[in-house]
């Protein structure tokens, strides 16, 4: 009850925005990890095949947030969010119409590109509208991403029943309901006009010496949040035998986030700077993987009871990773728009997500070697410690940009939907409000 209340208080831009990422979660889960298996066993594609209609869906989606972030700045966020779920409408419509190898190529430019456009573009109209509450507003919207992950698969399991067409178009159907709601009911705020080109933009955040070594100190946080669906997934099986111990390793930290989140973030955000939460943040995501380190090199369990004993470590390891996403995450993204002009909020969090695409994209390849490399050589400890050191490397980043104050606070804001001074609601452009640009702040040694 008293979550509901919480997000009763926020305007009613940023709660449509909160239904939005449930519905997103929710119709992608039930839909992209079924797609290889349609891909492959329904159609009768190769597996080079598969791999190259995933990768041009995960490339159209993670090189492009630059664009996307540029353009909810420029064209205003509300317009970019209706376009990115419209586009990944018709491209979910397309994966259950086409069985081509054209149009399922189209299908995943187009869904990767609407993920390209309203990801940064969400995340920027909710910092804005937020006002002094960004922290909160963002755990809510993580909770909301947690149910709509736990959902989407469980509908998609049931979909799947029929057939994938089934699922791909309940999909769709989705996307098309969450763009009509977007349309009708976000409202439109006028657009600061642009004082400098794209590439001026970019340059300008590239440039910004204290959020690039931000990024790059969250790549720990993001590489190691990957490993609940790559390593920790494989430990459970590994440590019991049967291949649904990985649905207990998700169950685990999406009833975590549930209960947890939003007291999480409220306790902690009116005690000690935001620094010190991420780093602590990543220092728990890092432990994580001592206990399921400890059963790695474990035989195959003999007896119900030595199943449960081996699982037991990897549920903690998930618990403790959860945990130190749901401290992390909501500061993380509160810091983000605090580094530059806030008229530049969409760039900063497009560059900060091709950032950690980049990350996520090369840290479960080191993961994955390390996990063979283990296999072959007996040391199947050798990926835990892998993410070990990398969450306690990220950590250590984030607390020395901490502590030679290269990291912005939070500033007292407007109650959040407020407009800003001077700003008009209009029909005719999108995209939050902003306040008058102000110079930018000296963030220590590391700013440019």
């Known amino acids: ?47 080079a095949v598969v791999g190259i209609v995933l990768g041009v869906r995960n490339l159209s989606q993670q090189g492009l947030f ?34 081509g190898l054209p149009v399922l190529l189209a299908a995943s430019v187009l869904s990767g590109l609407a993920g390209a ?30 149910t ?21 178009l309940t999909a769709a159907a989705i996307f098309a309901l969450l763009t009509l709601a977007q349309a009708l009911v976000l409202p439109a705020r006028e657009v600061p006009p642009a004082t400098s080109g794209v590439l001026g933009d970019w340059r300008e955040v590239v440039g910004n010496r204290a959020f690039v070594a931000f990024a790059l100190g969250m790549v720990g946080m993001f590489t190691l949040e990957n490993q609940l669906y790559l390593l920790l997934p494989q430990g459970a099986r590994h440590a019991t035998g049967w291949a649904g111990a990985a649905s207990l390793v998700f169950l685990t930290g999406t009833l975590a986030g549930l209960t947890l989140q939003l ?25 994580a993987f001592v206990p399921p380190m400890t059963v790695a090199g474990a035989g195959r369990p003999d007896g119900t009871a030595q199943a449960v004993l081996g699982l037991l470590p990897v549920l903690a390891g998930a618990l403790l990773l959860s945990l130190g996403v749901m401290i992390a995450q909501p500061f993380v993204m509160e810091l983000i728009p605090g580094f530059g002009r806030s008229t530049l909020t969409g760039t ?59 990291l912005p606070e939070p500033q007292p804001g407007p109650a959040p939907g407020a407009v800003a001074p001077g700003a008009r609601t209009s029909t005719a452009t999108s995209g939050p409000a902003s306040p008058p640009p102000s110079p930018p702040r000296e963030t220590g040694a590391c700013r440019k």
């Open 263 to 287: 007291r999480l973030t409220r306790a902690l955000r009116q005690r000690g700077s935001r620094g010190r939460w991420i780093s602590l943040g990543l220092v728990l995501m890092a432990l």
């Open 148 to 168: 709509g992950a736990l959902i989407g698969p469980l509908l998609g399991s049931a979909l799947l029943l029929v057939d994938f067409r089934a699922s791909a």
């Open 1 to 47: 009850m008293r979550t509901w209340h919480e997000i009763r208080e926020f305007p009613l831009a940023i709660r449509l925005l909160l239904v939005n990422q449930l519905g997103v979660n929710t119709g992608f889960y039930l839909l992209i990890p079924y797609l290889a298996t349609h891909l492959g066993d329904d159609l009768g594609m190769s597996a």
């Open 66 to 99: 630059l664009i996307g972030g540029s353009a909810a700045d420029r064209l205003g966020a509300r317009g970019v969010i209706i376009a990115g779920c419209g586009l990944r409408a018709v491209g979910f419509a397309l994966f259950a119409l086409g069985d």
């Open 348 to 406: 900063f969090f497009g560059v900060f997500y091709v950032v950690s695409g980049v990350a996520a994209a090369g840290g479960n390849a080191l993961v994955g070697w390390a996990m063979d490399t283990g296999a072959d050589h007996g040391a199947q400890w050798l990926p835990w410690a892998c993410c070990l050191l990398f969450g306690l490397a990220s950590a250590a980043g984030v607390d020395r940009l901490r502590r030679r104050q290269s």
């Open 117 to 146: 456009l309203f990801n940064p573009a969400v995340r920027a109209y909710l910092a804005q509208e937020a006002g002094g509450r960004t922290a909160e507003a963002f755990a809510l919207f993580n909770v909301f991403a947690t």
